[in-house]
């Protein structure tokens, strides 16, 4: 039997539906909302999702050598080391107390990266934000709104409701989890299990071009002290901050280290561009290493750094080389809608982002 060779990148790849303009507004909307709400209560502008963080981490990315043609693209072209800056987070809008679990996120920004940029990303870095889990929790922009407005109906309120709502919804997805059903909406409402950051495998989620291909991202722990704590679950006990809390702990003993990979498009059917749903099986589609991100022991919640993390710096899909160009609906809603939110951190807190340089970190 002949391998399977990736289907190439054309611009006609993607299905932009009429009114997708029209959604972005809506999103814009309901961010301000969450935005304006949270900035009102504290005092300070925190992200609009994501604005949670449990730790901050500085390492490098290592880019293997020898990889075949179709590997060898874009950021991974060629071989060497990049510095990175790691942030890990839970998905909601809101700072609410680790009682109330929700999906993992991590953000991934690569500094000092060369080449052709996407329209109105600013720097020399290239940004990956990747999520616990393989698929996204709506098919279409125009469904992620109305979520979101539901969400936002909800930020900087009720949480008593929300904790004791969380702690129905992990008891629906263990139900479901006990006959193979895993439910990404319920997860993001909350059901999602309190486990540990560091044992955990994060994914794109969403498709991109890779050069002349498309592919999804995942980022996977290899470090045996930190694939033993894959699916462990946090005891928070009443503290508000038990994931930071555990993370720092953890890091200051880990060597991090995580396979960075790469699932190729063989076939739009099995791995649609436009239905970020539906999960590219592995069977299909295997994950390729490309490469090793390492984060050396340290201190995961040093202050001066994760002031610089939180208010000056943002993570997008639409930071990076015109060679990973995000696709699909979900994909396009988020350039301008991420930018929106960025600029009314800014403007709010009177501190303006940047795109960071190596020579900047310590």
Same mark, same amino acid.
């Given at each position: 039997?002949?391998?399977?060779?990736?289907?190439?990148?054309?611009?006609?790849?993607?299905?932009?539906?009429?009114? @997708?303009?029209?959604?972005?507004?809506?999103?814009?909307?309901?961010?301000?909302?969450?935005?304006?709400?949270?900035?009102?209560?504290?005092?300070?502008?925190?992200? !609009?999702?994501?604005?949670?963080?449990?730790?901050?981490?500085?390492?490098?990315?290592? /880019?293997?050598?020898?990889?075949?043609?179709?590997?060898?693209?874009?950021?991974?072209?060629?071989?060497?080391?990049?510095?990175?800056?790691?942030?890990?987070?839970?998905?909601?809008?809101?700072?609410?107390?680790?009682?109330?679990?929700?999906?993992?996120?991590?953000?991934?920004?690569?500094?000092?990266?060369?080449?052709?940029?996407?329209?109105?990303?600013?720097?020399?870095?290239?940004?990956?934000?990747?999520?616990?889990?393989?698929?996204?929790?709506?098919?279409?922009?125009?469904?992620?709104?109305?979520?979101?407005?539901?969400?936002?109906?909800?930020?900087?309120?009720?949480?008593?409701?929300? /904790?004791?709502?969380?702690?129905?919804?992990?008891?629906?997805?263990?139900?479901?989890?006990?006959?193979? /059903?895993? !439910?990404? #909406?319920?997860?993001?409402?909350?059901?999602?299990?309190?486990?540990?950051?560091?044992?955990?495998?994060?994914?794109?989620?969403?498709?991109?071009?890779?050069?002349?291909?498309?592919?999804?991202?995942?980022?996977?722990?290899?470090?045996?002290?930190?694939?033993?704590?894959?699916?462990?679950?946090?005891?928070?006990?009443?503290?508000?901050?038990?994931?930071? %809390?555990?993370?720092?702990?953890?890091?200051?003993?880990?060597?991090?280290?995580?396979?960075?990979?790469?699932?190729?498009?063989?076939?739009?059917?099995?791995?649609?561009?436009?239905?970020?749903?539906?999960?590219?099986? @592995?069977?299909?589609?295997?994950?390729?290493?490309?490469?090793?991100?390492?984060?050396? #022991?340290? *201190? !995961?919640?040093?202050?001066?750094?994760?002031? @610089?993390?939180?208010?000056?710096?943002?993570? !997008?899909?639409?930071?990076?080389?015109?060679?990973?160009?995000?696709?699909?609906?979900?994909?396009?809603?988020?350039? *301008?809608?991420?930018?929106?939110?960025?600029?009314?951190?800014?403007?709010?807190?009177?501190?303006?982002?940047? @795109?960071?340089?190596?020579? %900047?970190?310590?």
């Amino acid at each position: 039997m002949p391998p399977i060779t990736p289907v190439r990148f054309s611009p006609a790849v993607e299905d932009v539906a009429p009114d @997708e303009a029209e959604t972005i507004e809506g999103l814009n909307d309901a961010f301000d909302l969450i935005l304006e709400r949270t900035s009102e209560d504290g005092g300070h502008a925190i992200r !609009s999702v994501h604005a949670k963080s449990h730790g901050i981490l500085e390492g490098e990315l290592t /880019i293997d050598g020898g990889l075949p043609p179709e590997l060898a693209q874009g950021l991974f072209a060629n071989p060497g080391i990049h510095k990175v800056v790691l942030r890990m987070s839970t998905n909601a809008g809101d700072i609410l107390p680790d009682s109330v679990s929700l999906p993992r996120g991590l953000a991934i920004k690569v500094l000092d990266v060369e080449g052709e940029r996407l329209p109105g990303a600013d720097g020399n870095t290239q940004d990956f934000v990747m999520v616990n889990g393989p698929v996204f929790q709506a098919k279409t922009a125009e469904k992620f709104l109305g979520n979101l407005r539901m969400l936002a109906k909800t930020t900087d309120r009720m949480e008593r409701t929300k /904790i004791a709502l969380s702690a129905v919804l992990r008891g629906v997805n263990n139900a479901l989890g006990a006959v193979g /059903i895993e !439910s990404p #909406a319920i997860n993001s409402l909350g059901g999602a299990p309190n486990v540990e950051p560091l044992g955990e495998t994060y994914y794109s989620a969403t498709p991109f071009r890779y050069g002349d291909y498309i592919a999804k991202f995942s980022l996977r722990p290899v470090e045996p002290a930190m694939t033993a704590l894959t699916g462990k679950i946090i005891d928070v006990d009443g503290r508000d901050n038990a994931i930071r %809390e555990h993370v720092r702990d953890e890091m200051r003993s880990i060597d991090a280290v995580w396979e960075f990979r790469v699932q190729l498009c063989h076939d739009f059917e099995k791995q649609p561009v436009e239905d970020s749903t539906v999960e590219w099986s @592995e069977d299909e589609a295997p994950f390729q290493r490309v490469g090793i991100i390492r984060a050396n #022991a340290q *201190d !995961s919640w040093q202050q001066e750094r994760v002031r @610089e993390v939180e208010d000056t710096m943002r993570f !997008s899909v639409w930071t990076g080389l015109a060679a990973h160009q995000p696709l699909g609906n979900i994909n396009r809603a988020r350039r *301008d809608t991420y930018r929106h939110s960025a600029d009314f951190r800014a403007s709010f807190n009177g501190c303006p982002y940047h @795109e960071p340089r190596a020579a %900047e970190l310590s």
